[in-house]
């Protein structure tokens, strides 16, 4: 029977975390906030070929891959199974058939061994990837958030509450750049490929910064962006002229990445504030994590960024986000279901 009555809740625990949200299964181990190992099996290639992901296929890789992934990181941990403390899982948002895979693993695991179920919000997930970085870091801090669905500035207050300081109205920052990928007739996975092309480029393309309205949060807004890039191209396709690519890629990544980077540090400095993180993918752009330290710097902010595989998705971020949970004493049924979305807060 699963009784978690007798459960001593530890300093240090072992925590295993399990990730399938999108097309990435992945499985990391924890002792306390140092990271034993991290696994990823990820089915990209195979998306590659329909230029992003295909939920039915990202299912049945996931139930491919879950249980080697899960295997290799307990192994590459130098433990067994016996050792694991509590099962950290995403069970949101994301792909629900892709999520379920993974859920469903983590819930009879932890049964099994009779230790705590932590459901993980993916995107509570990239926040908390900063702690494996530095074992001593503490709220407060300001986070910036930049993934395929989400874009915010964040204010963590304590290791459970934060404030939303700022946020996408309509795409987020990593859909922009797997559009314009797209436009520029770059493959999936997008974001990494304009980066790539950015490479060799300038800023030299007149384009409109993602605009940043200041209501009461912040606002920032990728649309008009993405549209000034389509139509550039177009304008010179019709033209007969050619498009140079690596300009567009470079100037776009300037205007979707400026802005961010600036807020953040404002509003660390408007806050007092003296430490910022990062998460989620658009993270590992290497143009924004320059940029960001750079600013970080001039403004006297101490940074803390997780390194780009730890910023794109994997499961030693949903094993640090178990960490806080299990310290809160913050377990869920067994009968928890995965959910496509979750609201920020
Ligand atoms: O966090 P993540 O791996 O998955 C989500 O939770 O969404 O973020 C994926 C997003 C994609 O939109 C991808 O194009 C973007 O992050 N991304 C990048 C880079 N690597 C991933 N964007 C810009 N530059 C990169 N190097
Ligand atoms: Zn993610």
């Known amino acids: 029977m699963y009784d978690l009555s007798s459960i001593i809740i530890k300093d240090n625990p072992v925590i295993l975390g399990i990730e399938s949200s999108c ?165 999936y996975p997008g974001g990494v490929n304009v980066e790539r092309l950015a490479l060799n480029g300038e800023n030299s393309v007149p384009l409109p910064k993602c605009q940043v309205k200041n209501t009461q949060v912040l606002q920032f807004s990728y649309s008009g962006l993405k549209t000034a890039v389509i139509n550039y191209c177009h304008n010179k396709e019709q033209k007969g002229e050619e498009v140079d690519k690596e300009n567009v890629a470079c100037s776009f990544q300037h205007a979707a990445v400026d802005p961010l980077v600036k807020n953040a540090v404002a509003l660390a400095l408007k806050l007092g504030v003296k430490t910022v993180t990062a998460g989620g993918g658009v993270i590992a752009n290497g143009y924004l994590r320059a940029t960001l330290e750079e600013e970080c710097k001039k403004a006297g902010l101490k940074l803390i960024l997780p390194e780009k595989k730890y910023c794109t998705d994997n499961a030693a971020m949903i094993a640090a986000e178990g960490l806080i949970q299990y310290k809160a004493g913050n377990f869920a049924p067994l009968s928890i279901n995965a959910r496509a979305q979750i609201p920020l807060k």
């Open 23 to 187: 097309d990435e299964t992945a499985a990391a181990v924890i002792r306390g906030r140092k990271l034993l190992s991290s696994k990823i099996i990820s089915s990209a290639t195979e998306q590659a070929k329909f230029g992003g992901v295909v939920p039915e296929i990202a299912s049945r890789a996931h139930t491919e891959a879950v249980d080697e992934v899960v295997r290799q990181a307990v192994e590459e941990a130098g433990l067994t199974l016996k050792d694991i403390d509590a099962v950290a899982v995403t069970y949101g948002a994301g792909l629900l058939g892709a999520l379920l895979v993974g859920l469903s693993f983590a819930k009879s695991l932890a049964y099994t061994l009779n230790v705590p179920l932590i459901a993980v919000n993916h995107i509570r997930g990239h926040m908390a990837a900063a702690y494996l970085v530095d074992e001593e870091l503490k709220p407060p801090f300001i986070t910036l958030l930049a993934s395929g669905g989400h874009t915010a500035i964040l204010h963590t207050k304590t290791y459970t509450d934060f404030e939303i300081l700022g946020g996408t109205s309509d795409d987020a920052a990593g859909e922009a750049f797997d559009k314009v990928a797209r436009v520029l007739g770059l493959s």
